[in-house]
């Protein structure tokens, strides 16, 4: 994947935008764009968009020039679907050499012969007395096909990270743990535990992909017992395992118009204070920013960061030759 000298010169010297940044979530069936801007104390959501994945950084180039933002910083976050999260013992090694330990126990969890790129982040604090990381693993090929589109959409790419780290940097600085519920439209809901920007453990809860068709009436029915009683079991894991204090707050950013119901539901489940994510991102009159892109809407807000999480290094987790 290589470019032309014309091409590498003319994006060395032109002006790349600034204030402005792009985030895209690059998702199974769509790929999601959305362009915010930094005024002052504040961050406002310019546009948002959703395209099919069919040469979607074609579309990106075409959508950027328009508004004449070719160049933009840009952060691509790989949504659940794409990749495999796993928590792995970490190899009692020196730091620098942590990375190429783990590829045996990769390929042997993934159980394939297909290419793959991981990274890792650690724990923040051992489980049950144990030390161990969070590996996300995405196909090498699925990589090398996002790299192609972001030179065909000529942005600058910042860098490519997951929605589980990714949402970490969205939610607000707290002290204390929250629980945090994300979901994309007609997707499974996703649970994450995060501590002071850090993610202690994060779960996929499959049955509720239909929330967002439930009425006010049928959700005031009891159709969110079950949930209430998966939220439950990870707090009861953060105490007792993690033998940290007991969790307060729960947020939540579902696939529902009924926010308001489910709060008032979920509050009748969960013995802790429960409140919609709020994004710190603004938004036009025009633009529903609950109803955007929140892989997307956290990709941008990434984008953003002075100093943000490091892209994942490019190994290969296969079968080991």
Not at 20 to 48: M, N, P, T, W
Request: hydrophobic share 40%.
């Amino acid at each position: 994947m290589h470019i032309g000298w014309r091409q590498y010169l003319t994006q060395k010297f032109r002006r790349v935008p600034k204030h402005y940044v792009l985030g895209v979530s690059v998702d199974a069936e769509s790929v999601s764009f959305c362009i915010v801007k930094r005024e002052q104390d504040s961050i406002v959501l310019v546009d948002e968009e959703t395209v099919t994945p069919e040469k979607w950084g074609e579309k990106l180039h075409a959508w950027l020039k328009e508004k004449s933002l070719l160049g933009i910083s840009t952060c691509v976050c790989m949504s659940h679907s794409w990749y495999n999260a796993l928590q792995l013992d970490r190899p009692n090694v020196e730091d620098n050499e942590v990375h190429g330990a783990l590829q045996w126990s990769v390929a042997e969890i993934l159980g394939s012969d297909k290419a793959y790129v991981f990274d890792y982040v650690d724990l923040p604090v051992p489980l049950a007395g144990t030390n161990k990381v969070n590996v996300f693993a995405l196909p090498r090929s699925v990589i090398a096909d996002v790299v192609s589109h972001i030179q065909s959409a000529d942005v600058t790419l910042k860098e490519i990270t997951t929605a589980e780290l990714a949402l970490c940097e969205l939610m607000p600085s707290m002290e204390s743990a929250t629980v945090l519920l994300t979901q994309e439209a007609g997707e499974e809901v996703v649970l994450h535990v995060v501590k002071d920007g850090n993610l202690y453990s994060s779960r996929r809860l499959k049955g509720f992909e239909n929330i967002g068709s439930f009425s006010k009436e049928e959700l005031e029915m009891g159709l969110l017992d079950n949930l209430g009683v998966q939220i439950q079991r990870s707090m009861d894991h953060f105490e007792s395992q993690l033998r940290q204090p007991p969790i307060r707050s729960v947020l939540f950013r579902l696939d529902s118009p009924h926010s308001t119901t489910l709060k008032m539901q979920l509050s009748q489940l969960i013995p802790a204070e429960i409140d919609q994510l709020i994004s710190p991102i603004q938004a036009n009159e025009d633009i529903d920013v609950y109803r955007v892109n929140l892989v997307s809407l956290s990709a941008a807000f990434c984008a953003l960061v002075p100093q943000p999480i490091a892209p994942p290094t490019m190994s290969t987790a296969g079968a080991p030759k």
